[in-house]
């Protein structure tokens, strides 16, 4: 099929990092310490903490990756949850350097200050670590002396080269190289360690563990230099709760805890005295635990386990700002009419966030505040106030702006499958739950539901998949799982049902080459056949170029003759009405799929998926 013109990403928003329960996340900087490094779901993830300060890299797994590890201005080693260690190009051609899958899990990776050596530890059949040369990738010793799972792993940055391991068998191993080999083991910790960090000038090297302990040790010997214990605290701890990571500011004058507690402090080494607090509040006592750190440049990073990274001025107990992002899957997605000034999206965990968009620039991503959704947001549409109403799994309707949700709540017979807007030429809101539909009213602070839409008998006991409105609220149509469209008039009576060859997963009203409306029909198959809502009878079906469900279809509110199409393909596609041959694609956007995509303004396109980020597209014509 031709190709007239062009898709061209100008843009991301890129997900937060991923956060396990109880265990600590990997942080690290990159060496001009503008960016941070993280695992987010199936990606790895390199990104400025400032505006301007460079480029976002995004390089993705099969699985999740556990740890981001930069090893110099061109290369970057993350590690997954099945093993394994990939050492890649960061200047933009994402090449492999090396690949290995030295372990059935990794948890951390260390790299030495010549960028030659790497120690990788997690989990193992027949041991909890590896080490290996960059350039050769045999390798350079035996990471031994645990007897659990290692959690994290520190290299001193110059010779004679030293590693420390710390482990759930609450033990830290110290070890001699190259090649590494097991020097001595310290059992100061009672519970798991969780972090290990080294001192700028191999001095020093610090742990943290599960039992609220940062301890101190000799970094060339391994002998116990102390511990850090906070004067306000409980007896002899650093934290009131688990310290999930440590670590040292490039100076080594100062170290930075984070904690279970909500609090992430910075303390002078030489002293042991704390020199900074900073407490954090995210809403509950398990968000609000910070789980990891690391300095980037002059800054300060800590991360709550909502995701939120806090960017902190070691000088101010103020924080400097938060950057947020979705930590799951983005499932909902809209863009405010008629500016296109925000993207409002939600996610498979309940999250839904604001970001700021400005032509193909996204701009500050907030947290939509107030009581949210509970579970995943199936749909986020606009009302034509210019207001949002958004539905989730947790079986509620809700009313929300750009800045929190409001008091307008509508209970749900079971649970949404879909919901559409006719916004901003008409009021109409449609909702479609597994086993019933209904017109929606939104008004103010209150939602109602105004009229209901019966099923043919035909289609009485299936289940409803997508559904749609017609810009006008005209027409409305619901696919059920029973491979049949049926469609509706604007007062919701029923009109008459199209049958298919396979189950209809999206629906989008259009204008035909005439004028007259049709309706997208996005297919199971990847298929997307155009029909006339009036008739029901076919208009076109030619577009058969997708290999995996069509997931969302979004007619553009200019003309409503160019159609995007998202798909578990990782791919978006335009097509055009009036130009059914010419289609734009653009590949492998989204790993895990494309979930969700929106019009935002003419030649604007913003995308959503499976890896938690969204993506703003330019559409260039020929």
């Known amino acids: 099929m031709a190709s007239k013109g062009s898709l061209v ?35 790895a993830v390199i990104r400025p903490i400032a505006d301007g300060d460079g480029e976002t890299r995004l390089f993705g797994h099969a699985h999740n990756v556990t740890v981001v590890k930069p090893l110099s201005a061109y290369y970057a080693a993350s590690g997954d949850a099945a093993g394994n260690v990939k050492v890649w190009d960061t200047t933009g051609n994402y090449s492999l350097k090396l690949e290995a899958k030295p372990l059935a899990k990794i948890n951390d990776i260390a790299v030495d200050a010549e960028g030659k050596r790497l120690v990788v530890v997690g989990e193992g059949r027949s041991g909890f670590g590896a080490s290996f040369n ?103 701890q650093a934290h009131a709760k688990t310290v999930f990571a440590v670590a040292f500011a490039a100076d080594g004058k100062t170290v930075a805890t984070s904690g279970a507690d909500g609090v992430t402090k910075l303390w002078d080494v030489e002293s042991a005295k704390v020199l900074q607090k900073w407490a954090f509040d995210e809403g509950d006592e398990v968000s609000s635990q910070q789980v990891g750190n690391v300095f980037v440049g002059t800054s300060l990073v800590s991360l709550s386990f909502s995701g939120t990274l806090h960017v902190l001025d070691p000088s101010s107990s103020t924080p400097v700002r938060a950057l ?23 996610d498979s965990a309940g999250r839904v966030l ?31 106030e210019g207001g ?24 749900t017979s079971s649970q949404p499958k879909a919901l559409a807007s006719a916004a901003p ?5 449609l909702l479609a739950t597994v086993s019933s539909a209904s017109l929606l009213s939104s008004s103010g602070s209150s939602l109602s539901s105004t009229t209901d839409l019966a099923l043919p008998s035909s289609s009485s006991s299936a289940s409803l998949l997508a559904a749609a409105l017609s810009p006008s609220g005209d027409f409305a149509a619901l696919s059920t799982d029973d491979a049949k469209v049926h469609l509706f008039d604007g007062a919701g009576a029923f009109q008459r049902s199209i049958e298919l060859r396979a189950n209809a997963t999206a629906l989008a009203f259009g204008v035909a080459k005439g004028g007259s409306p049709v ?31 069509v997931t969302c279809l979004a007619f553009d509110a200019q003309q409503g003759k ?28 989204h790993r895990g799929g494309v979930n969700k995509v929106a019009w935002a303004g003419e030649g604007k396109l913003v995308s959503g998926g499976a890896d938690g980020a969204i993506r703003v597209l330019e559409v260039k014509s020929a």
């Open 9 to 43: 990403q100008t843009a991301v928003v890129v997900p937060a990092p991923t956060t396990v329960r109880g265990q600590s996340t990997k942080l690290y900087a990159t060496p001009d310490g503008k960016h941070i490094a993280y695992g987010a779901g199936r990606t």
């Open 134 to 236: 960059l350039d050769t990738g045999s390798s350079i010793g035996e990471i031994s002396g645990h007897s659990k799972v290692v959690n994290g792993v520190a290299m001193r940055g110059s010779r004679p080269f030293r590693a420390v391991t710390g482990s759930d068998d609450f033990s830290t191993c110290f070890l001699h190289g190259v090649p590494f080999k097991y020097a001595s083991t310290s059992r100061r910790h009672s519970r798991f360690v969780q972090s290990v960090a080294y001192s700028p000038s191999g001095a020093l090297f610090a742990s943290a563990g599960s039992d609220g302990q940062v301890l101190l040790y000799d970094g060339t010997t391994g002998e116990d230099k102390g511990a850090l214990v906070d004067a306000d605290g409980p007896e002899e």
């Open 324 to 346: 947020v992002g979705h930590q799951n899957p983005v499932t909902a997605l809209a863009v405010a009419a008629p500016n296109a000034d925000t993207i409002v999206s939600g």
């Open 354 to 384: 604001a970001t700021g968009l400005k032509g193909g620039a996204a701009g500050a991503v907030k947290a939509v505040e107030g009581q949210g959704h509970k579970g995943l947001v199936v749909d986020v549409v606009q009302t034509q």
């Open 388 to 411: 949002f109403v958004s539905a989730g799994y947790d079986d509620v309707v809700k009313g929300l702006s750009k800045e929190a949700f409001s008091s307008a709540s509508l209970p």
């Open 425 to 429: 030429t008409s009021s109409a809101l």
């Open 519 to 549: 309706v997208a029909v996005g297919l199971q198959t990847g298929k997307i056949p155009l029909y006339d809502p009036a008739s029901g009878e076919l208009v076109q079906n030619r577009w058969a170029d997708i290999s995996a469900r």
């Open 562 to 589: 160019k159609l995007a199409a998202a798909s578990l393909d990782e791919s978006v596609r335009v097509y055009d009405v009036d130009a059914p041959s010419a289609i734009l694609s653009l590949k492998n956007l």
